[in-house]
DNA sequence: AACTTAACCGGAGTCGGCTCCGGTTGGCAA
DNA sequence: TTGCCAACCGGAGCCGACTCCGGTTAAGTT
């Protein structure tokens, strides 16, 4: 239905494209999601107009940045319900879910778009959605998990947590509130 | 021990001061939480710059606005209490909260100043905090709810779901997640 | 090789946030 | 009343975000 014209890049804007996300994975490392974006053209040598074309909005730029880490983050998911009782795995997979994000400092709001978006070129929530489905799954089946709960709403609560308690001197709120988030779904 | 020397504003500060408020109040309505200041500065007829000293940034404006409305909600928990069951009125209080916090367009970034911020100036998250523990010792006296909860913590948790759920068509989720929440804190 | 054009490029320009500091003044003391 | 100064005022100026469009070019066509 929707126009998937995914015609390849010319030579040229394909360069452009990984010169931008090398330089700005660098910047990001370096001082913070909040880098400035003209900058990060002038190093990877390009117009200002040109960074905008390929990422409309910060956001998208840094979800592009840190697709892979995320993607890697929920293919373990799997593993971890294979060696642990499942909500064990679930907090354990929240808990990397909350040092990464804090890691990255002030992708917060990069998080925020992510999950807000309706744009389905926002790949990476279904990446999300699915790891806690996983997770959920695992839990319903032991019946130690309340059935019926939609892995969004998890992932929306998980993300809420994150954006209220980013910061450096956090990681214990965060880690309690998960506790009372997987309060909640228990059975 | 810290400076509160609070020494009464002088005449025309204390007028530029209230004409700031009345206008910003009528912005914010009008526009959203992201109304320009150097507009409103001008309406109020005053500089950019006076703007700025009276509020360094556009939360503690944002808040300054809404003090009152906030503390309306917050002194409204302990009737609650007294005409319902804890958990119910814990739940009809989150919701009136999430209520305010949506019809004030844009109010999520203030509101994770106001709950993350150091500054005790920022009496509105003393409130806040009260207003919770009062529902909260309301359950633990009933026995429905898990005593030793910090309601700091709690607080924090309805702020996440604020902020990821603040959009228009999301109240449903915000209920949902508060539901979550909820059944996290009970016994 | 010459031509065509869709796709791409880049930066000038506009806008809002925020700072900084020289000029102004309310209110108190003498 | 007068003088003084702490407090206050305001906007010029800088910075970064984001838009817009005239010029450029890769790559396919003949």
Same mark, same amino acid.
């Given at each position: 239905m929707s126009s998937q014209q995914v015609r390849p890049l010319r030579a040229d804007a394909q360069q452009n494209y990984e010169r931008l996300l090398a330089v700005a994975a660098r910047a990001f490392t370096r001082e $913070?999601? $909040?880098? &400035?974006l003209k900058t990060i053209a002038q190093e990877a040598g390009v117009g200002i107009g040109t960074l905008y074309r390929r990422f409309p909005t910060r956001e998208t730029l840094v979800e592009a940045v840190y697709r892979n880490e995320v993607a890697r983050l929920c293919t373990a998911a799997p593993a971890l319900v294979a060696e642990s009782p499942p909500v064990d795995a679930l907090r354990t997979w929240m808990e990397q879910f909350i040092d990464f994000m804090a890691a990255k400092h002030g992708m917060a709001d990069a998080l925020r778009a992510v999950l807000v &978006? %309706?744009? %389905?070129?926002?790949h990476t929530r279904g990446l999300l959605r699915d790891a806690l489905a996983t997770l959920l799954d695992a839990g319903v089946a032991d019946g130690v998990i309340r059935p019926g709960l939609d892995p969004y709403d998890l992932l929306m609560g998980l993300g809420g947590i994150t954006l209220i308690? %980013? $910061?450096? $001197?956090q990681r214990d709120l965060a880690l309690r509130l998960v506790d009372l988030l997987i309060n909640g779904v228990r059975l």
């Amino acid at each position: 239905m929707s126009s998937q014209q995914v015609r390849p890049l010319r030579a040229d804007a394909q360069q452009n494209y990984e010169r931008l996300l090398a330089v700005a994975a660098r910047a990001f490392t370096r001082e $913070g999601a $909040g880098a &400035s974006l003209k900058t990060i053209a002038q190093e990877a040598g390009v117009g200002i107009g040109t960074l905008y074309r390929r990422f409309p909005t910060r956001e998208t730029l840094v979800e592009a940045v840190y697709r892979n880490e995320v993607a890697r983050l929920c293919t373990a998911a799997p593993a971890l319900v294979a060696e642990s009782p499942p909500v064990d795995a679930l907090r354990t997979w929240m808990e990397q879910f909350i040092d990464f994000m804090a890691a990255k400092h002030g992708m917060a709001d990069a998080l925020r778009a992510v999950l807000v &978006s %309706e744009d %389905e070129r926002m790949h990476t929530r279904g990446l999300l959605r699915d790891a806690l489905a996983t997770l959920l799954d695992a839990g319903v089946a032991d019946g130690v998990i309340r059935p019926g709960l939609d892995p969004y709403d998890l992932l929306m609560g998980l993300g809420g947590i994150t954006l209220i308690a %980013e $910061g450096p $001197g956090q990681r214990d709120l965060a880690l309690r509130l998960v506790d009372l988030l997987i309060n909640g779904v228990r059975l």
